[in-house]
């Protein structure tokens, strides 16, 4: 077990998912909160119900408990790893901006970024002994990398990873990504897709966007010559 530190690159911070944009807190899942500060609920539940919406209930349970702490120098978070007993303990500077992508990472490795885990995205991108994609040069604003970037987002790749390679999530960045569903609807820019049966509302879906234009395509071109043909010259 080890001590594992977060350090922030330099830069504004933004929540890469706003913590207002949950409306619907998952709290089943492979993520349970422990003991959280009150200071740092409504980020925790934002964080954790952001992994379980991706992974099954049948992933082994974590219990996370966050407790806060002014961190040395550019650190903003930290865990301990591998969780003793399927429980975590994390530690996030309060005064850091962007505490809730602090959390995601953090929930990340306790959920278990495995070492040597090759990203099914781009092929010399690997999981090092400290558990984070390395090199980070490949893809720097990847969430699960060394340095937390200011602008991070969370890749289908890393899903994979802690799926274990069986792809068992409902993470998507197209429907070809899955397979009993027919939409991967697209809620926030920075989060891969979820795959679902039902027509997204209210949420960016890529495939739907261009299947609305194709099925527009094909209503112009087939009563705009009609309605040519049926007109008085």
Known sequence: ?????????????????????????????PIKLGAVVPSMMQVALAASSLWNAYLPESFPT??????????????????????AGSVCNITIDPSYAASYNVLVHEFGHGL????????????????????HW???????????TAILDPHPYLAKYTLDAISGGLYN??????????QWHIHCAHYHRHAPGQCTDHP???????????TGIA???ILLFTFVPLCLLASPL
């Open 200 to 210: 997204c509302i209210n949420c960016n879906t890529t495939d739907d966007y261009w």
């Open 62 to 83: 974590t219990t996370m408990n966050v407790t806060t702490a002014n961190l040395p120098g550019m650190t903003v978070g930290q865990i301990w790893i591998p969780c």
């Open 215 to 217: 099925v527009f395509c």
């Open 1 to 29: 077990m080890h001590c594992h530190k977060l350090v922030a690159a330099v830069g504004n911070a933004h929540d890469f998912v706003p913590v207002t944009a949950f409306t619907e807190v998952h709290t089943g899942g």
């Open 169 to 178: 999530h409902s993470g998507c960045n197209s429907p070809s990504d899955c």
């Open 134 to 144: 390395a090199p980070a040069t490949i893809d720097p604003s990847e969430i699960m």
């Open 112 to 131: 278990g970024l495995p070492y040597g885990a090759v990203s099914s995205k781009f092929p010399n991108l690997k999981v090092d002994e400290s558990n």
